[in-house]
């Protein structure tokens, strides 16, 4: 068995167990914003004012709620995905696009529209899942090139 094999032999269980690790977290974390979208908000606002930041408005329900929850099912599908086919790039591809797409607008509103802890915590979370999806992802696209 060659090197590269081995590593490959190595590099697809980390694949797939964290991928499927990302999807049970993503999961959880779908249930707690539909179940219990206010308590979120309120537990950030209540260690907001001892770490410097503005507390936020608390709009747990309605359209935006749908779209978390809608998206949080989208990232576990594809983390999903990841771990059933570790051999198809499109769905790394596209969680890293998500997470990334998260990250940005966190940090943009986190500007834009007020310091917010939320904003702050939200932006780092998901910019760190999209920088360890994508080491990830390159770790096992290089035992095929």
């Known amino acids: 068995m060659s090197e590269k094999a081995m590593q490959s032999d190595i590099r697809r269980p980390l ?5 499927l690790s990302l999807a049970v977290v993503f999961g959880i974390v779908g249930m707690v914003f539909l179940l219990i979208p206010g308590d979120v908000l309120s537990f950030f606002n ?8 503005t507390e936020s408005p608390v709009q747990g329900t309605g359209f935006y709620l749908v779209l978390a929850v809608g998206y ?5 599908l594809l983390a999903c995905l990841m771990a059933r086919h570790p051999d198809n790039p499109i769905f790394p591809i596209l969680l890293i696009n998500a ?16 310091p ?8 780092l979370i998901d910019g760190s899942i999209a920088l360890c999806v994508f080491i990830l ?3 096992i696209r290089n035992r095929t090139e």
Request: glycine content about 12%; aromatic content about 18%; cysteine-free.
């Open 72 to 76: 949080m099912y989208l990232v576990t």
């Open 15 to 19: 694949y797939k167990g964290t991928s």
């Open 46 to 53: 209540r260690i907001s004012p001892g770490l410097g930041f």
């Open 116 to 123: 917010f802890l939320i904003y702050l915590a939200n932006g």
């Open 99 to 114: 997470k990334s797409a998260s990250s940005v607008l966190s940090f943009a509103l986190f500007l834009l529209h007020g």
């Open 137 to 139: 992802f390159r770790k």
